[in-house]
């Protein structure tokens, strides 16, 4: 039959629809390098801890599979130079385990098992950043945190693993210092600014930083608002602006637990009033939820 024969070019053509399909990861990160976008991307911190272990692969892959866009995630160095997801520089809080993470080479650090919330232990283990970066390779941006101590080690992994355009990491180093340090890579790793504003002076820090051109700086800001409203003006169409709502201290009072109350006296004020676009939470489902209501995400 004549239709059989064209079920090898439809193979064919699927074949090369599905080669030429732009990777997630990579459309996230389209998102985040345009600043005049009102879709607001979702960070979630230390990826699902509320339903698995902070740091675990699995709390990562639930995070993905909740439509996250940036999973925040931390690391730390054994004492054999292994990058492994940590928050803490001891595995007490968090594992079977006691020491510190820079006394302790990988193979013994992995007998340990990760615990939850509520101190109890589980069967998941501590994963390897190298682990971590290829479960994502394609899905989601990956923030970095605390990975400017281990740069060397951190910049051959990625480029092992061909992750390096889902990197993003952030500091409070002047921004000539991250030109000097980071200058090479960062036509594919993305660097954000962090800025404290709560003074006149912050608003000086900030504008040194507008001049090196970031695609996004987070901002905090303990309660009072008219810096961040001078700020998210500065910032308006060039740059983007995450905020974290983890604590009240870093938001104004607008965190995660108040925003559950109202959200949209919280997430509806950082975003409509403060100009907020990228948004770091401990409740990623909810606020997911929130931002498709108002067709934002």
């Known amino acids: 039959m004549k239709w059989l024969n064209l079920i090898p070019l439809a193979l064919l053509l699927c074949s090369v629809t599905a080669c030429n399909e732009t990777p997630r990861s990579e459309q996230i990160r389209q998102e985040l390098l345009n600043p005049t976008s009102k ?77 939850n919330g509520v101190n109890i232990r589980t069967r998941y283990h501590i994963p390897t950043l190298r682990e971590v970066l290829l479960a994502c390779k394609g899905k989601v941006l990956i923030n970095l945190d605390k990975a400017d101590r281990y740069f060397d080690l951190v910049v051959p992994l990625l480029e092992e693993t061909g992750t390096t355009r889902q990197i993003i990491m952030k500091g409070r180093r002047p921004a000539n210092e991250v030109d000097s340090l980071y200058g090479k890579y960062l036509d594919e790793l993305i660097y954000m600014p962090i800025v404290a504003i709560n003074k006149s002076e912050d608003i000086d820090i900030l504008k040194g930083h507008i001049s090196a051109n970031r695609c996004a700086f987070e901002l905090t800001f303990r309660e009072e608002p008219t810096y961040m409203i001078q700020a998210a003006d500065l910032l308006k169409g060039t740059s983007r602006i995450w905020v974290n709502c983890l604590w009240d201290t870093l938001c104004g009072g607008h965190e995660d637990d108040q925003a559950l109350l109202d959200p949209e006296a919280h997430y509806g004020y950082l975003i409509n009033t403060l100009g907020a676009s990228i948004i770091q939470t401990d409740r990623p489902e909810f606020l997911i939820s929130y931002l498709k209501a108002h067709n934002l995400h």
């Open 39 to 115: 879709q607001v991307l979702v960070v979630s911190h230390r990826a699902d801890w509320r339903n698995y272990p902070e740091n675990s692969m699995e709390a990562i892959n639930s995070a993905i599979e909740m439509g996250v866009d940036i999973l925040e995630i931390d690391i730390q160095c054994t004492a054999d130079s292994q990058l492994i997801l940590m928050h803490d520089s001891k595995i007490d809080r968090t594992t079977t385990g006691k020491g510190r993470v820079s006394e302790m080479t990988l193979d013994s650090i992995q007998q340990f098992k990760l615990k």
